[in-house]
């Protein structure tokens, strides 16, 4: 049977709009057939719904671990400060597998090997067979492992909703107890020294750099090859240390350790220490001696002992001076004291020229103790590099087979060095080369001590030149010495360039 609803919407222009007058309505025999009307009988039986698929426990309990906050106390036999140490624990219990691990959170420098207590594992819970469950796990409850006990005092919320989920109620949280050492660590030490007045900070930042000096004498001639020593003696006032230097002289025959004592607190009697300390391995510090050298114990005109060894103080700085006037109200004079024999200073000659190498060779090895080469004219050399005068001349000798030689005198700027080269002369019956190396030549008659070499002025047309007990004379020159000389000629004589322009005047 059809039930028909009259239309409660029309449309008009496109648009749906409520139809007025009509209004939906069902009688109530048309309730009833609807309330006991049976689907099945229309439509058959419904389906069965399927089976869920299985999902296996490594899977569903995938990643889902709870968490249990618990400690145990270590037993300590050894130590007579604490008794036993608190030390927390974070028990993981693993859904999957129903395995534990017990970590330690690390503490820096605790001095307790810490970390992983118990790794990942299936924990026997007795002698049956029977491992640890969830279900065994609960806030106030203690568990043993591997006969070690842990108390539980709390969980995270994941697991507290886990638990509640199983039904299981938890008991409530506790508080982890205070590990007594660690208390006894924060706790402060109860002294019974009243602590100083005195402000270290203010006495560095007041006194820093401040240096009493004084003059002193060890005179230590009672022993064999004793003598008055001089020294210098520093006080620094910031933490009343003490320096001794040595005032060293030139040639004094000591070795070169300019500190005799080194910066540290002196004590006045450096011998009145127990007779048990074992001064052989260890040094002396404050608990052994209390009376030590301050800025009371200095003063211009009286002997001090340091470290056995007497100081005469006979002198003394101007700060030093002001320092005790100010403070003390004294005033210090220089207190005359005779050192000994001066050194008399041994006045370094050079001695003569031996004749090996060259005077500047020779004179250079006396003045350093490692052999050396003379020193050479840099800007010099920069200046006049590659400068050379060419001389044409001809040997003067008594033997006939030496009047037709030719030579070629080459004068170096840059070294006031001189060169002698024999060209080549068709049967002349002589070979060709140098006749004489780069070399400084030395003037006939000048002393050995003070030798006095030929320079470009002594090189005149028809001048002879002795070199080495041959006599060469200058012939000739090329047109670069005329220009040189005339550009200098006021460290050549005249005489000398009027000579060279003579044989050059047909060619300027």
């Not at 520093?234 to 240390?241: I, L, M, W």
Request: glycine share 4%; net charge neutral.
């Amino acid at each position: 049977r059809r039930v028909r609803g009259a239309q409660t919407m029309t449309y008009k222009n496109g648009f749906a709009i409520p139809k007025h007058g009509a209004m939906p309505g069902m009688s109530q025999a048309d309730i009833d057939e609807l309330a006991n009307l049976q689907p099945t009988l229309t439509y058959g039986k419904a389906k069965p719904e399927p089976p869920q698929d299985f999902v296996p426990a490594h899977v569903a309990f995938d990643k889902k671990v709870l968490l249990f906050n618990a400690y145990f106390k270590q037993t300590l036999n050894e130590s007579d400060k604490e008794y036993y140490r608190v030390r927390p624990v974070k028990i993981y219990y693993y859904l999957e597998d129903d395995s534990i691990s017990v970590v330690e959170p690390i503490v820096e420098n605790s001095g307790i090997p810490q970390g992983k207590l118990i790794k990942r594992q299936r924990l026997p819970k007795n002698d049956q067979g029977e491992h640890w469950q969830w279900k065994d796990l609960n806030i106030g409850s203690d568990v043993i492992f591997y006969g070690k006990t842990f108390h539980i005092y709390d969980c995270n919320n994941y697991t507290k909703d886990f638990m509640a989920s199983e039904g299981i109620m938890l008991n409530s949280p506790e508080a982890c107890p205070p590990d007594p050492y660690t208390l006894s660590r924060k706790e402060s030490q109860h002294t019974y020294v009243t602590p100083p007045t005195f402000d270290k900070l203010k006495q560095f930042i007041d006194l820093d750099r401040q240096v009493l000096r004084f003059s002193a004498v060890w005179d230590d001639r009672n022993n064999m090859f004793g003598e008055m020593r001089p020294y210098t003696l520093h006080y620094y006032k910031v933490d009343d240390t003490i320096e001794v230097r040595e005032q060293r002289q030139p040639n004094d025959g000591h070795d070169p350790f300019p500190v005799l004592i080194g910066r540290k607190k002196i004590p006045k009697a450096r011998s009145n220490i127990p007779s048990n300390f074992p001064s052989a391995v260890m040094e002396i510090s404050e608990h052994e001696i209390n009376d030590w050298l301050t800025e009371k114990d200095l003063k211009v005109g009286q002997t001090v002992v340091i470290m056995d060894r007497p100081f005469f103080l006979y002198d003394c700085d101007s700060f030093t001076q002001s320092f005790y006037q100010q403070k003390y109200g004294l005033s210090f004079t220089r207190v005359p004291v005779e050192l000994g024999e001066r050194k008399v200073e041994v006045k370094r000659e050079i001695p003569p020229y031996n004749g090996f190498g060259s005077p500047q060779d020779s004179k250079q090895n006396c003045l350093s103790l490692i052999a050396q080469p003379p020193k050479k004219d840099v800007m010099k050399m920069l200046e006049n590099d590659l400068k050379i005068l060419r001389y044409a001349a001809v040997m003067e000798s008594p033997n006939p087979e030496d009047k037709n030689r030719k030579f070629i005198i080459s004068y170096s700027l840059a070294k006031d060095e001189m060169q002698i080269y024999e060209p080549h002369q068709r049967n002349a019956g002589i070979i060709e080369g140098k006749f004489l190396e780069y070399s400084q030549v030395r003037k006939p008659g000048s002393s050995i001590d003070n030798p006095e070499y030929y320079t470009p002025a002594d090189f005149a047309i028809g001048a002879t030149i002795e070199v080495f007990s041959r006599k060469f004379k200058i012939v000739d020159c090329d047109l670069y010495v005329l220009k040189y000389l005339e550009a200098n000629g006021s460290r050549f004589p005249a005489a000398t360039i009027e000579s060279i322009r003579a044989i050059h005047a047909d060619k300027l």
